[in-house]
């Protein structure tokens, strides 16, 4: 696309937004203010039980990983941290580690404990970590946990997410109500753990790898063990983490009403947790869910800059790099609809019982081309016009390659 074009459509869009009441240049300073972390495991390949095909090039040790996300927000201008996932990429060298990020502009985002594999230590948790019926396992789970608070004190960041595959696959395998409590009791030793201006983002999952009961399912009881733990405790909505159809922005909506939304781990899915491109499948909920969060934080429900934003998928088909470029332009594509709402009109409506005119309302919105919008925020931010079409003119994968491998293999699954 050439710089002329560029600056014709942005122009017509400007003309439109005027037309809505919309400041061009406040948007563009909102979207460019809105920053995405990548977690340290999506760099690299993924891949399912039944196999997993590298790609070449993936980053062979943290700093590559570093090195991989300057790169992405050097480009995008959507992204300025990194979550890491311990034990599969503990620092060797943390003061290396904190100066290397520093230089690319990346600072640590929530760090991320694993209690679901055994990863060589003592007790297995194929019976479960924080829930499991011996009490020898839960303790080394929850100083699995306290460990990584530890580390991640060591790097600046401020929060922990939990993510437990605890539960079981048959009837009669697992006591309900003793797992439940087992895990609350783990979880109050490890929010006890952190220091007082962190944040425990208790995240939940209906199924999978257990396919009869899990411990934490779904947003109500993450909730019940937040409210037991304390105000530092909220809840984490991955977008891949619910039954097909399920009413996520509602969700979203009550969470910030009682103010307990942690924040998002995104990305997109037709049947389950798909681990999909955000906003490769549905848009438009993408949409909705910025539309509550917008309208929840403009309300006071719940602040804004208290909610964290990460990507969270798996690349079995894709170039990594190529699918955050995308995951970060639908994320912020979606944002920018969103801040479009006429929510006075939309409130209108909503009080007065016109469906239709709430309906038309959300559809105006969604329906604008913002491209323009969100490229010229990325524009004036110094990132690139197009960033795939930079990274496949420049053949940034097979310089990749070149350096690192054909067979270079990331850490993770």
């Keep these: 696309m050439s710089t002329d074009f560029h600056q014709r459509s942005l122009s ?15 948007l563009i300073s ?29 980053p062979r ?26 034990p599969w990429d503990i620092p060797k060298d943390t003061q290396a580690i904190k100066e290397k990020a520093s230089s690319l502009g990346i600072s640590f985002d929530a760090m991320n404990s694993n209690t679901f594999q055994d990863y060589g230590q003592a007790l297995t948790y194929k019976m479960g970590s924080l829930s499991n019926a011996d009490a020898a396992t839960r303790k080394q789970a929850v100083e699995h946990n306290l460990q990584v608070i530890e580390i991640g004190k060591s790097l600046g960041s401020k929060g922990l997410t939990v993510w437990l595959a605890d539960g079981s696959n048959f009837p009669g395998q ?72 399920t009413n996520i922005e509602q969700i979203v909506a009550t969470l910030m009403h009682q103010n307990l939304l942690a924040g998002f781990h995104f990305n997109d899915s037709k049947y389950g947790d798909d681990d999909l491109s955000t906003g490769s499948i549905k848009p438009y909920q993408l949409f909705l869910i910025f539309c509550e969060l917008i309208g929840g934080a403009a309300d006071g429900a719940q602040n804004w ?29 979606a944002y920018a609809k969103a801040l479009l709402v006429d929510r006075e009109k939309l409130t209108h409506c909503q009080l007065s019982g016109d469906t239709v005119g709430a309906q038309a309302v ?20 110094g990132g690139e016009p197009n960033p795939l079409a930079f990274y496949r003119r420049e053949k940034i994968r097979e310089k990749l390659i070149a350096q690192r491998g054909k067979n270079a293999q990331a850490s993770g699954l």
Excluded at 37 to 53: C, D, E, H, M, N
Excluded at 204 to 229: A, M
Excluded at 373 to 381: G, H, N
Aim: hydrophobic content about 40%.
């Design 12 to 26: 017509l869009l400007s003309e439109q937004l005027a037309e809505m009441g919309k400041s061009t240049a406040e």
């Design 30 to 58: 909102q979207i460019s203010a809105f920053q995405i972390a990548v977690p340290s495991w999506a760099l690299g390949a993924g891949g399912t039980r039944f196999g997993r095909f590298s790609i070449g090039g993936e």
């Design 305 to 333: 800059n208290s909610i964290s934003w990460m990507i969270d998928a798996s690349h079995n088909t894709k170039d990594p790099l190529e699918d955050l470029i995308q995951a970060l332009e639908a994320i912020s594509q």
């Design 174 to 245: 697992a006591h309900f109500r003793k797992a439940l409590e087992w895990t609350t009791d783990s979880l109050k030793e490890i929010y006890g753990g952190m220091p007082g201006d962190w944040k425990l983002l208790l995240e939940y999952k209906p199924y999978e790898p257990n396919f009869y009961h899990t411990v934490i399912p779904d947003w109500g009881t993450s909730s019940l063990i937040c409210r037991q733990l304390g105000d530092r405790a909220k809840v984490l909505v991955d977008l891949g983490h619910h039954l097909p159809n």
């Design 362 to 381: 959300l559809q105006e919105a969604f329906l604008t081309d913002v491209r323009a919008l969100v490229r010229e925020a990325r524009i004036q931010s």
């Design 61 to 86: 040790n943290l700093e590559e990983k570093l090195e991989d996300i300057g790169l992405l927000a050097k480009l995008t201008k959507r992204t300025d941290a990194v979550s890491l996932h311990i």
